[in-house]
């Protein structure tokens, strides 16, 4: 059983940061990519971040230059540093990760529960 447990969110003012944080627990054989995902009320979700393996990363253009998404392979542990916060990048934030159990199975998707962020103007 391959679990992820975000942390991190919280009520901010904009202008402000806050930092995210993604374990994966469980046996994962491979992580291809960690990426972050939001969703806000009424809205799709949307890709915010993603990081691969080889370390690329990418980005939404909404994000670009005040979110850094990065990754602790020893932890299997994924973040979000959230910075210069505006009150559109109020969402509840998902931990997403694609990855495979064993050297034979497949890729599968993961994800987590979802941690709010909401930012006051």
């Known amino acids: 059983q391959v679990q992820l447990m975000e942390s991190g969110g919280g009520l901010v003012q904009a202008g402000g940061s806050l930092r995210l944080s993604c374990g994966v627990s469980g046996s994962i054989f491979r992580i291809n990519n960690m990426d972050w995902y939001r969703q806000a009320p009424g809205q799709q979700r949307e890709l915010v971040a993603v990081i691969f393996s080889g370390g690329i990363t990418n980005y939404a253009d909404s994000v670009k230059g005040r979110f850094t998404i990065s990754r602790d392979g020893a932890k299997n542990t994924v973040y979000l540093q959230m910075n210069s916060l505006k009150p559109e990048d109020t969402a509840v934030y998902y931990c997403?990760?694609?990855?495979?159990?064993?050297?034979?199975?497949?890729?599968?998707?993961?994800w987590g529960q979802g941690t709010q962020v909401t930012v006051s103007s």
């Open positions: 997403h990760i694609r990855g495979s159990r064993s050297i034979v199975s497949g890729s599968s998707d993961y």
